[in-house]
């Protein structure tokens, strides 16, 4: 019968993620799909009644709730096949748990093996009966190969459907009172220290894992279902709103592994691998917990509906539990021995859901803490309806933390929409101090310029000031922003913001003019060059973009370089050329740049070749006594070698004088006497550096002469 089957089975598939799989190494057995399969008899009905009803008083659920059992494959394990340990998949939104039954079948081995809670049990069907075994869907479980004989079974989806259960009342309001203390009372944090303030929020986090899709109030698992019900009624008592979440927890460990000496510590082997990867926690004995860390990474609505991706980080003051992590089982461990400035230590992660509640009156800066979007479209819809002073009220209960959290660079358009409708000055700057100048866009030129309207020019002028940042630098990609320059600008010109355009440009051209003076005298060649050349883009567009009272400025400025800024500003007029019309070249004031740049390219050009005994390099150091008497060497004609007797403090700081300006000079170190001395000498590359100047500055001379009409032509 069972060669017959397979006859008609397809090898089984897998999940792993979003994708199905088929891999015989982590699978291995022969699946008949649902419609293939009827499952009847006149003692069927009454058996899978009386099993389910056992099965939900066993699983811990309420007893207002109905399971229901729903045939998903009929499998046959031959001779030495197996499934892996893995998790069944939620293919349900009802879905809590999976229901095997294993038909009558003489075989050996293939046993279910399933995991929870640190506890593990294995399950073996039998020869002559029906075997019903159910489990949740998050426990780990696996099918050992089949020794002998073929394994048969029915596996079904368990789903819940949810009746109405009430707490009972002395716990309840008991839970109640302890929720109003808990929100009332200053917050002490763990490892000591002030006082703080009472907390917003009480996270309790649940024995069960639970995906997204399965995250529901009518949905929880076990124990979880009893104690969830009871929390979330008393928290309704106690004024206050609850929602589900989604954590991630990282618990540090003092750790030592089995049999090892623990005053050994510093016996450190180096043939030993430092770092062993994942481990079994069986192998280690654990000692005092070092740290504890809980993030919230999804949450529903409080009517547990929907749901939104967030990143929030829990106090250890702000939550609780009934089960320990410690008590369940990590889905990844990492074992670190020691490192010399601290002991042995094995990190654990788990993935558990959790109950979020806070008073309802605090209710928008609990959520608005972890969405920044949900609070930004909550003070939208506020506005919208004419709650300006609530509006204002929950806007101004951000101010503790939105500086930390509220920075996302696709919220500034709603941030700037908000800002201008609330009409209130401080306020409205609150919500627009996270964002970084790196998030404007064209598309932004409208709200920048309505909150500019509605609070003057002197109140914008702060804000993108602000954008900046303190020292006016950016972050990664930091010049990206400037590729949209000129049409955002054309727009804040057009809604009457010019004043907001100058403070952009302002801003982009002091943080280029840092990094140009930065690169034009720092950097080994080649990281230079490269340096110089990302500068291009944004200068030109801040040149494109620019009133002419700026431009003249930046002309100005860049005259005064030396004639390193060149590798900025040829790309800049090449990159120029390839996509700007001669007019659009003329109007940003680049024609002018080009003459500059001809002016210096047929000095360098017209250099006559130095002198086989000229050794003099042209460089100014810090300033220092070392960097005085550096140049005094760099400088002289006739000087290629100085043995210089320095401490260990001077060599390092001449090092970093050479390196830094790419001088063509080696420095070695003699490690005789004390100090030792420094042995520095001037390289042939002085001699080849100048000789690729001039060829190159022939080259761009021809290309200019080409590409921009001879633009030095009227100052032969």
């Not at 770092?275 to 547990?304: C, F, K, R, V």
């Not at 900046?468 to 009457?496: I, K, M």
């Not at 002419?548 to 590798?567: A, K, M, N, P």
């Not at 050009?605 to 960097?627: F, Y």
Request: include cysteine.
């Amino acid at each position: 019968m069972a060669k017959k089957l397979i006859a008609v089975a397809r090898p089984a598939r897998f999940g792993r993620g979003e994708e199905t799989l088929s891999d015989t190494g982590v699978r291995d057995t022969w699946e008949i799909s649902p419609e293939q399969v009827t499952v009847g008899g006149p003692a069927w009905p009454a058996l899978l009644r009386g099993a389910l009803e056992h099965f939900r008083e066993e699983l811990g659920l309420p007893a207002s709730t109905r399971l229901r059992a729903e045939l998903h494959a009929m499998l046959v394990y031959g001779k030495g096949q197996f499934f892996l340990p893995h998790q069944d998949s939620e293919k349900d939104d009802a879905m809590v748990g999976t229901l095997v039954l294993s038909l009558p079948s003489a075989h050996a081995g293939g046993e279910l093996v399933i995991d929870h809670a640190g506890q593990s049990r294995a399950y073996r069907a039998s020869k002559q009966d029906l075997t019903l075994l159910a489990f949740y869907a998050d426990c780990r479980h696996e099918v050992t190969p089949v020794t002998s004989g073929h394994r048969v079974t029915l596996t079904f989806n368990l789903l819940a459907d949810p009746g109405a259960s009430e707490p009972e009342a002395a716990p309840l309001a008991e839970l109640a009172h302890c929720l109003g203390q808990h929100f009332s009372r200053p917050s002490t944090p763990r490892y000591g220290g002030r006082a703080l303030d009472p907390p917003n929020r009480l996270v309790y986090l649940l024995d069960h894992e639970y995906t997204q899709r399965g995250l529901s109030w009518s949905r929880l698992k076990g124990a979880d279902s009893e104690r969830v019900a009871l929390l979330r009624a008393a928290a309704e008592q106690a004024g206050c709103e609850s929602v589900l979440a989604l954590a991630e927890v990282k618990q540090t460990w003092d750790a030592q592994p089995v049999g090892d000496d623990p005053w050994d510590d510093y016996g450190y082997d180096e043939d030993e691998d430092e770092d062993d990867g994942a481990t079994e926690d069986g192998d280690y004995d654990l000692g005092d917990l070092i740290d504890d860390e809980i993030t919230l990474s999804w949450w529903t609505g409080p009517d547990g509906k929907g749901g939104e991706a967030i990143s929030l980080y829990i106090h250890d003051y702000e939550s609780c539990t009934s089960t320990p992590s410690a008590d369940l089982t990590p889905y990844e461990s990492q074992y670190e021995g020691y490192m010399g400035n601290y002991g042995n230590t094995l990190d654990r992660w788990y993935r558990r859901a959790a109950v979020v509640v806070w008073p309802r009156e605090r209710a928008f800066a609990a959520r608005g803490e972890a969405g920044s979007q949900w609070a930004l479209e909550e003070l939208c819809d506020r506005i919208a309806g004419g709650d300006l002073d609530g509006a204002r009220t929950a806007a101004q209960s951000l101010a503790p933390f939105w500086k930390r959290n509220g920075s996302q660079p696709a919220l500034l358009e709603r941030a700037l929409h908000v800002a201008a409708g609330l009409e209130a000055a401080e306020t409205a700057a609150m919500l627009l101090e996270p964002f970084r100048v790196g998030a404007l866009a064209p598309e932004h030129a409208a709200g920048l310029a309505a909150a500019a309207d509605r609070y003057g020019t002197q109140w914008a002028l702060r804000v993108v000031d602000g954008w900046f940042g303190s020292d006016h630098r950016f972050e990664t990609h930091r010049y990206a922003w400037t590729e949209g320059l000129p049409e955002l600008c054309a727009a804040l010109r057009s809604h009457r913001s010019a004043a907001v355009a100058r403070a952009l440009l302002a801003g982009g051209w002091d943080a280029v003019d840092h990094d140009l003076r930065l690169w034009t005298a720092t950097g080994p060649a080649e990281i230079r060059r490269a340096q110089l050349e990302q500068l291009a883009p944004p200068l030109a567009r801040i040149l494109e973009a620019a009133d002419e009272e700026l431009r003249s400025g930046i002309r100005t400025v860049l005259r005064g370089y030396g004639d390193r800024v060149l590798e900025c500003l040829v790309p800049m007029l090449r990159r120029s050329a390839d996509v700007l019309s001669a007019d659009a070249r003329r109007a940003a004031g680049l024609d002018e740049v080009a003459r500059d740049c001809v002016d210096r390219l047929r000095t360098i050009a017209a250099r006559a070749p130095r002198d086989k005994d000229d050794w003099s390099i042209a460089w100014t150091g810090c300033g220092c006594e070392l960097c005085d008497s550096l140049g005094t060497f760099v400088r002289s004609r006739e000087r290629r070698v100085l043995e210089w007797p320095l401490a260990k403090d001077g060599r390092r700081h001449v090092h970093g004088a050479i390196d830094s300006a790419a001088l063509p000079v080696r420095h070695q170190t003699r490690r005789q006497g004390r100090p030792y001395t420094l042995v520095l000498t001037k390289t042939e590359e002085l001699f080849a550096t100048e000789q690729t100047a001039r060829h190159q500055a022939g080259a761009d001379l021809a290309w200019l002469a080409s590409a921009w009409n001879d633009p030095g032509a009227g100052r032969r």
